[in-house]
């Protein structure tokens, strides 16, 4: 299986932490990363992104905070083995954010928010091929 890598987009104005900490729940909750699973250390997040290291301390700790991820000291950093728990109320807002962002990038290419809708739809019903 392939490493867990995070990527940055900076046209969204959410902060790199907060991207981090989304990448996260959001592979931990679609099953790429399961608990166990190991993160990269927060020196290679750093260097793979040129981001200052404090930035990827900031949001690893807060999901240790959260009991998303425990670091063992000279081990590394891994996801719980008790998963995420996550209220309705900030998953609902995790995902306005997505379908904004995903709404504003669509828009910036020139398609319709119900071209964008229409394509969602194909892709669930298992037609994700692309044209």
Do not use: H, W
Request: net charge positive; aromatic share 4%; glycine share 10%.
């Amino acid at each position: 299986m392939e490493p867990f890598r995070f990527r940055l987009d900076n046209s969204t104005g959410v902060p790199v932490y907060r991207q981090l900490i989304d990448q996260v729940l959001l592979a931990i909750s679609a099953g790429t990363l399961q608990g166990g699973g190991q993160l990269p250390t927060v020196r290679q997040v750093a260097v793979d992104l040129a981001i200052n290291p404090n930035t990827v301390m900031r949001a690893y700790r807060e999901l240790e905070i959260r009991g998303s991820l425990t670091t063992q000291q000279g081990l590394g950093t891994f996801v719980t083995l008790k998963g995420v728990k996550e209220d309705d109320a900030q998953r609902q807002a995790r995902l306005s954010r997505l379908a904004a962002d995903c709404a504003s990038k669509a828009g910036a290419e020139g398609f319709s928010v119900r071209e964008l809708s229409d394509r969602l739809s194909e892709m669930v019903a298992g037609d994700g091929r692309r044209r």
